[in-house]
């Protein structure tokens, strides 16, 4: 038994395609239905404590379970930190942050009174662990989520293990939004060391490997998805010869 915040679009969609396929039983959230979604779908605002904790008992009324916890719902639109209103960057870290520690929270709940226990998967971002120029709450909030794993993988075990999953670039049905057109993708994908941006799936495998039972000892730990990470500004300006 899955639930995947945010779990009907890009990234989101990425991973409930990867859980279902491997036959779980999957469960998404978002503020807002998507039509023809596969998934059982509850409407749901995870900055709302009150909204969120409905949700987890809706899932555990109708499965009498909930195994596994992805903490996929996030985001931020690009402002400039010097045009950022308080309300504006507070709700950005609700919705990157405190929303996350919410569904965590209730989880926990639920998992520690289970013979098994359970699983939650962080999805967190580079943009925690280098500058992200337009979006300082949302880069701020992603260095919190790891973070927040790691302590919470110490104060909720041996029942419930928590790590996270650092996400770089990724191509998804929005990707012209962030990243401009097809040949912006490409040329930005010259700079992956594996020579793409990732897909959904690539993302959707590597949570699904830290939920399962290949990964029964993994816990506190932050995973970076990122194919290789960004090289060096000054390797393509350097004339040094480095080998």
């Given at each position: 038994?899955?639930?995947?915040?945010?779990?009907?679009?890009?990234?989101?969609?990425?991973?409930?395609?990867?859980?279902?396929?491997?036959?779980?039983?999957?469960?998404?959230?978002?503020?807002?239905?998507?039509?023809?979604?596969?998934?059982?779908?509850?409407?749901?605002?995870?900055?709302?404590?009150?909204?969120?904790?409905?949700?987890?008992?809706?899932?555990?009324?109708?499965?009498?379970?909930?195994?596994?916890?992805?903490?996929?719902?996030?985001?931020?639109?690009?402002?400039?930190?010097?045009?950022?209103?308080?309300?504006?960057?507070?709700?950005i870290v609700e919705l990157n942050l405190l929303g996350p520690l919410s569904v965590a929270q209730h989880a926990n709940t639920v998992m520690q009174k289970q013979g098994a226990g359970g699983s939650i998967v962080?999805?967190?971002?580079?943009?925690?662990?280098?500058?992200?120029?337009?979006?300082?709450?949302?880069?701020?909030?992603?260095?919190?989520?790891?973070?927040?794993?790691?302590?919470?993988?110490?104060?909720?075990?041996?029942?419930?293990?928590?790590?996270?999953?650092?996400?770089?670039?990724?191509?998804?049905?929005?990707?012209?939004?962030?990243?401009?057109?097809?040949?912006?993708?490409?040329?930005?994908?010259?700079?992956?060391?594996?020579?793409?941006?990732?897909?959904?799936?690539?993302?959707?495998?590597?949570?699904?490997?830290?939920?399962?039972?290949?990964?029964?000892?993994?816990?506190?730990?932050?995973?970076?998805?990122?194919?290789?990470?960004?090289?060096?500004?000054?390797?393509?300006?350097?004339?040094?010869?480095?080998?």
């Amino acid at each position: 038994m899955v639930l995947v915040t945010g779990g009907v679009r890009g990234v989101g969609a990425g991973i409930s395609a990867v859980f279902a396929g491997q036959g779980a039983t999957v469960v998404t959230c978002a503020r807002r239905p998507v039509e023809g979604s596969p998934y059982e779908f509850h409407p749901c605002d995870v900055r709302d404590d009150e909204s969120v904790a409905a949700l987890i008992a809706a899932i555990v009324e109708r499965h009498g379970r909930l195994d596994v916890v992805v903490n996929n719902a996030g985001g931020s639109p690009y402002v400039p930190a010097a045009d950022a209103s308080a309300k504006f960057s507070a709700k950005i870290v609700e919705l990157n942050l405190l929303g996350p520690l919410s569904v965590a929270q209730h989880a926990n709940t639920v998992m520690q009174k289970q013979g098994a226990g359970g699983s939650i998967v962080n999805i967190s971002s580079v943009s925690g662990y280098r500058p992200t120029p337009g979006t300082a709450a949302y880069g701020a909030a992603k260095a919190g989520i790891d973070n927040l794993t790691k302590t919470l993988a110490v104060e909720w075990a041996p029942k419930v293990r928590v790590n996270s999953v650092v996400v770089g670039m990724v191509e998804t049905e929005q990707s012209e939004l962030f990243y401009g057109d097809a040949d912006s993708i490409a040329a930005i994908s010259k700079n992956v060391p594996l020579g793409r941006l990732a897909k959904p799936h690539d993302v959707g495998w590597a949570t699904a490997f830290l939920a399962s039972e290949a990964a029964s000892y993994i816990s506190g730990a932050s995973l970076e998805v990122h194919g290789g990470g960004e090289p060096p500004h000054y390797l393509s300006t350097t004339t040094a010869d480095i080998k």
